[in-house]
């Protein structure tokens, strides 16, 4: 790693958490709800999703809205978070012990994620793995459905940029979507793309 980063910010789904949409959509499915199926995108929200993950609908609301859209009125809100949990798998131990030791190293973690308050449960409990919390691994944690922006619009860097002071020089972004990775090098950030289940902790020697 360059001796210039000071600062490394992840996404979640999809870089530090395995996602499985096949199963995520086979959940909807069994819940009688393909048409929420088709919604279910890793790295850019459908509208209804894109709503929810910027704050602008609660978890209720977007459940009401995937029952009408379904017309599967007798579906719960748990029904619908166990099937939107289906798509978040675990966190692969070398991630996390990736994470200790860049904080053990004194640089700066931090998260930016496209993200929903019923996700954040289930990812939460995914770092508890080695008997610590996801903030432990954290400088700070900024989610889309927090800040009212999602990637890759620039005003969601911009917002956790202000907060947290960090130069964007000295910053390694790292997401698996590629319209967020242009966003980020637009504004200029050093940036990393990993492909699908790659080991990316070359990055960090």
């Known amino acids: 790693m360059e001796n210039t980063i000071r600062n490394i910010v992840f996404d979640l789904g999809g870089v530090l ?17 393909p048409r929420v199926a088709e919604l279910i995108d890793p790295c850019y929200p459908a509208e209804m999703i894109g709503r929810l993950e910027r704050g602008d609908l609660t978890f209720h609301e977007a459940c009401e809205q995937m029952r009408r859209l379904d017309d599967r009125p007798e579906v719960t809100d748990s029904q619908i978070a ?49 008997g610590k919390t996801m903030d432990d691994y954290f400088d700070r944690i900024y989610l889309s459905y927090e800040l009212h922006e999602l990637k890759p619009s620039p005003a969601i860097f911009h917002k956790m940029l202000a ?10 972004f790292i997401d698996d ?25 070359h990055l960090f020697e």
């Open 177 to 201: 979507g590629e319209r967020n990775v242009a966003t980020a090098r637009e504004l200029g950030f050093q940036v990393y793309m990993p492909s699908e289940g790659e080991d990316f902790s």
């Open 82 to 130: 166990w099937a939107y949990g289906e798509f978040l798998q675990g966190i692969r131990p070398w991630k996390l012990h990736a994470l200790d030791e860049l904080r053990r190293r004194g640089i700066r973690t931090c998260v930016l994620s496209n993200n929903n308050p019923s996700s954040m449960e289930v990812i939460r409990r995914r770092f508890t793995a080695c």
């Open 163 to 172: 907060d947290s002071g960090m130069d964007p020089d000295e910053t390694l």
């Open 17 to 33: 958490v395995d996602l499985d949409i096949d199963r995520c959509r086979a959940a909807f499915l069994s819940l009688g709800m």
